[in-house]
């Protein structure tokens, strides 16, 4: 029996190493195809969420409202873009120059009720494109594309979060699905830190990686087991030995390490995206999707470091001082207290840089061409700046942008009152829109329903439509 053989790695050690990842992806990837049905065609191979969570101020950023009331205005004035026509505010500066690589969905709106409130149940929708409580816990889009789509790259796992270890990131779940299809998340206080390393890849107890390699009774040893695990079927029993090969792959592949290293990068390219946090996570994410990555989630922010006093917990969640010019600083404290002003730096001046560098490289690179890289943020901000001289919490109106994979860059998809507050084109999306067009950029068949573990039948993005302006 395998749990009596203690000279092979214990199965909770490919649990810590992320390896189950990669294992439920080989046993899942073949859904509609292995059966012969035929699939939507694909526009993309991978995909890239950029995911600034806290709720991004729209009339701040991609919305700009020029004629709003002065008492609630926006102090950051309109720009132009490469693109006649399209304004950003001067806040992305940068990201004005790419513009025509983007399409920026400006009527989204959460209506369901109560998740406006709450940024964990904000996060959670982000990351399944459900909205949550509902009869079942839907799992991250990234854990159904890893079981849907798998991975052409055998030595990474399908789904990764970067970094994934900020206070949102224990909302992303694989849900009803096998724990495994859960996100590798790489962890990483600061990844501008020299000294910096994913610290789960080693190989477990100091075994030597020829020793690993040459333990060809692994796999014996599991076949014999997989009655256990109730693989019964001829196909299970192929996936399962395909899992084990990957297994190794990813233990012992020297290019498993070599795609987290980011000073293989060059001096250039990581000045270009930003030498802080946040510019290097991005560039990470990048990193990864070029090495064959099926879907990557990028959630940061800038951490507590000499480089950001008074700072804390800066995401976008701006109640107070949105437009302070350093850290909040609020005596006593207060919903927004130890973030940064939206202006500064460590907030949107850190994101026009990386955001724009990464449009930039990939184009450069060509992986614009199947890549679908998503902007996106689980709310956004209220049009009337509150007593606390901040902006709350806003499910009417927010926007996102999109890149790559046939979107049509240079378009501005929607429209909101002069305030920014409410949705005023006939185009209105949701969250569950935003999932279904991931799905459908990557081809999956959403007629086809996943299965709970009493066979439940389970349809993703079921609330959804791909947006059509994006195909």
Same mark, same amino acid.
């Given at each position: 029996?395998?749990?009596?053989?203690?000279?092979?790695?214990?199965?909770?050690?490919?649990?810590?190493?992320?390896?189950?990842?990669?294992?439920?992806?080989?046993?899942?990837?073949?859904?509609?195809?292995?059966?012969?049905?035929?699939?939507?065609?694909?526009?993309?191979?991978?995909?890239?969420?950029?995911?600034?969570?806290?709720?991004?101020?729209?009339?701040?950023?991609?919305?700009?409202?020029?004629?709003? /009331?002065?008492?609630?205005?926006?102090?950051?004035?309109?720009?132009?873009?490469? /693109?006649?026509?399209?304004?950003?505010?001067?806040?992305?500066?940068?990201?004005?120059?790419?513009?025509?690589?983007?399409?920026?969905?400006?009527?989204?709106?959460?209506?369901?009720?109560?998740?406006?409130?709450?940024?964990?149940?904000?996060?959670?929708?982000?990351?399944?494109?459900?909205?949550?409580?509902?009869? /079942?816990?839907?799992?991250?889009?990234?854990?159904?594309?890893?079981?849907?789509?798998?991975?052409?790259?055998?030595?990474?796992?399908?789904?990764?979060?970067?970094?994934?270890?900020?206070?949102?990131?224990?909302?992303?779940?694989?849900?009803?699905?096998?724990?495994?299809?859960?996100?590798?998340?790489?962890?990483?206080?600061?990844?501008?830190?020299?000294?910096?390393?994913?610290?789960?890849?080693?190989?477990?107890?100091?075994?030597?990686?020829?020793?690993?390699?040459?333990?060809?009774?692994?796999?014996?040893?599991?076949?014999?087991?997989?009655?256990?695990?109730?693989?019964?079927?001829?196909?299970?029993?192929?996936?399962?030995?395909?899992?084990?090969?990957?297994?190794?792959?990813?233990?012992?592949?020297?290019?498993?390490?070599?795609?987290? @290293?980011?000073?293989? @990068?060059?001096?250039?390219?990581?000045?270009?995206?930003?030498?802080?946090?946040?510019?290097?996570?991005?560039?990470?994410?990048?990193?990864?999707?070029?090495?064959?990555?099926?879907?990557?989630?990028?959630?940061?922010? @800038?951490?507590?470091?000499?480089?950001?006093?008074?700072?804390?917990?800066?995401?976008?969640?701006?109640?107070?001082?949105?437009?302070?010019?350093?850290?909040?600083?609020?005596?006593?404290?207060?919903?927004?207290?130890?973030?940064?002003?939206?202006?500064?730096?460590?907030?949107?001046?850190?994101?026009?840089?990386?955001?724009?560098?990464?449009?930039?490289?990939?184009?450069?690179?060509?992986?614009?061409?199947?890549?679908?890289?998503?902007?996106?943020?689980?709310?956004?901000?209220?049009?009337?700046?509150?007593?606390?001289?901040?902006?709350?919490?806003?499910?009417?109106?927010?926007?996102?942008?999109?890149?790559?994979?046939? /979107?049509?860059?240079?378009?501005?998809?929607?429209?909101?009152?002069?305030?920014?507050?409410?949705?005023?084109?006939?185009?209105?999306?949701?969250? @569950?829109?935003?999932?279904?067009?991931?799905?459908?950029?990557?081809?999956?068949?959403?007629?086809?329903?996943?299965?709970?573990?009493?066979?439940?039948?389970?349809?993703?993005?079921?609330?959804?439509?791909?947006?059509?302006?994006?195909?």
């Amino acid at each position: 029996m395998i749990g009596h053989r203690h000279d092979l790695i214990p199965r909770r050690s490919f649990l810590q190493l992320g390896m189950m990842g990669a294992a439920s992806a080989v046993l899942a990837g073949r859904s509609s195809a292995a059966e012969g049905r035929p699939r939507p065609s694909p526009k993309a191979k991978n995909v890239l969420v950029i995911f600034e969570q806290g709720g991004v101020s729209q009339m701040d950023t991609f919305d700009p409202k020029p004629d709003a /009331v002065a008492e609630h205005r926006s102090p950051f004035r309109p720009i132009d873009t490469v /693109v006649p026509g399209l304004r950003f505010t001067e806040l992305l500066a940068e990201t004005a120059k790419v513009a025509d690589k983007l399409a920026v969905v400006r009527c989204m709106h959460q209506p369901t009720p109560g998740i406006g409130n709450s940024h964990p149940k904000g996060s959670r929708y982000i990351f399944s494109g459900e909205a949550p409580g509902g009869p /079942v816990d839907m799992p991250d889009i990234g854990s159904i594309l890893a079981l849907r789509a798998g991975s052409a790259c055998r030595y990474l796992p399908p789904y990764i979060l970067v970094p994934g270890n900020s206070e949102q990131a224990a909302e992303s779940k694989s849900g009803f699905l096998p724990s495994g299809l859960s996100a590798f998340k790489t962890g990483g206080l600061d990844l501008s830190a020299s000294d910096w390393r994913v610290s789960n890849l080693d190989l477990i107890g100091g075994i030597d990686p020829r020793r690993f390699r040459d333990r060809s009774d692994l796999l014996s040893n599991l076949d014999v087991g997989l009655n256990t695990l109730g693989a019964n079927s001829s196909r299970q029993v192929e996936a399962m030995s395909s899992f084990v090969g990957q297994a190794q792959d990813m233990l012992s592949n020297p290019l498993t390490r070599k795609a987290f @290293e980011l000073t293989t @990068e060059s001096e250039t390219v990581r000045d270009r995206y930003g030498r802080g946090h946040r510019g290097q996570c991005y560039l990470l994410g990048r990193k990864l999707i070029e090495s064959g990555v099926r879907i990557v989630t990028v959630d940061v922010r @800038e951490p507590m470091t000499d480089r950001t006093p008074g700072g804390s917990n800066m995401n976008w969640d701006h109640h107070d001082f949105i437009y302070s010019t350093a850290s909040t600083k609020i005596k006593g404290g207060g919903p927004g207290a130890g973030r940064y002003g939206i202006g500064t730096w460590p907030m949107m001046g850190s994101t026009d840089r990386a955001f724009s560098a990464l449009i930039e490289d990939m184009d450069e690179r060509g992986m614009l061409a199947e890549t679908l890289v998503c902007f996106v943020t689980e709310f956004g901000r209220t049009p009337k700046i509150n007593e606390r001289l901040g902006r709350d919490h806003w499910t009417s109106s927010f926007s996102i942008a999109f890149a790559g994979a046939g /979107v049509p860059g240079g378009r501005v998809i929607g429209e909101t009152d002069k305030e920014g507050g409410y949705i005023v084109s006939e185009m209105a999306y949701t969250i @569950e829109d935003y999932a279904a067009t991931v799905y459908e950029k990557l081809g999956l068949d959403r007629s086809e329903p996943l299965r709970t573990p009493d066979n439940r039948p389970i349809f993703i993005a079921s609330k959804g439509k791909p947006i059509p302006e994006l195909s």
